[in-house]
């Protein structure tokens, strides 16, 4: 049989075969809650938000059950894996962790947005305060208001005029369509939160349109830091929430 070319694995996924094996060999019964994300990190010698993105792999593919305010549970595999509020699905295998995708854009678009702040033409500015009336007005509707938050980017980002730049941008926002992030948001994302994120673009553009680069750029990074605080509140902790209309 020939050899298989070898591929790395993203943390996460290694983190949940790890989780899926101890579970199939009974260390966790069907029903049980498993540990805490911080014990779980502490254990493997991994991160928290490492831990978090492998348990939300693992709802998806129906081997556990997130309860916001309660925690982590084991469901029953004996039959066909399912989950209450679908089917289990299967994880892409080039699918980015959100968490750390987060932490990637932090990077990236900082610098963009300062860029903007020196290069960003009228039009730019219009699409710019465009997008965020667009997200307003979906939020005022309880409508999750992903469009307008991807034409923000990609306005930001296209007043560059870099094609590397901005197909790099939208790769990163069209990341977020995943089923990982997907269902992240499903437990954390609230009206309420996004009603904070609108004014974390509002003050970004703010920066962008009285062109201070410096600004520009500590805006990005406060917005991807709370975007990851955001999805980072303890399982424990979240309360349960009508999650707005998709």
């Known amino acids: 049989m020939p050899l ?42 991994v991160s928290r938000p490492s831990v978090r ?3 939300i792999a693992m709802e998806v593919e129906g081997w556990v059950e997130v309860r916001t305010g309660s925690g982590v549970y084991v469901l029953d ?3 066909a894996p399912s989950l209450a509020n679908g089917r289990a699905g299967e994880i892409p295998p080039d699918e980015w962790g959100p968490l750390e995708l987060i932490r990637a854009r932090r990077v990236v678009e900082g610098e963009v947005a300062a860029m903007a702040a020196t290069q960003a033409k009228r039009k730019h500015l219009e699409a710019m305060d465009k997008a965020i009336a667009s997200m307003q007005a ?20 296209e007043s560059c005029g870099n094609v590397v730049l901005i197909e790099t941008v939208q790769r990163f926002w069209d990341s977020r369509r995943g089923p990982l992030f997907e269902r992240l948001g499903g437990h954390f994302e609230t009206v309420e939160s996004w009603r904070s994120a609108i004014a974390e673009h509002q003050a970004i553009y703010e920066a962008v349109r009285n062109h201070d680069p410096d600004a520009a750029r500590a805006a990005m990074h406060e917005h991807m830091d709370h975007s990851h605080k955001r999805f980072s509140v303890s399982w424990r902790r979240t309360k349960q929430q009508k999650t707005p209309k998709k």
Not at 19 to 31: D, F, M, N
Not at 138 to 154: K, M, N, Q, Y
């Open 77 to 79: 595999r004996s039959g």
């Open 138 to 157: 979906d939020a005022d509707r309880g409508v999750l208001p992903l469009d307008g938050d991807r034409a923000f980017h990609s306005a930001i980002v």
């Open 53 to 55: 993105e492998a348990l």
């Open 4 to 45: 298989q070319t070898v591929e790395p694995q993203r943390l996460y996924r290694q983190i949940a075969e790890q989780l899926r094996t101890l579970i199939s060999a009974g260390e966790w019964a069907v029903g049980t809650r498993l540990p805490a994300e911080r014990d779980l990190a502490r254990q493997l010698g």
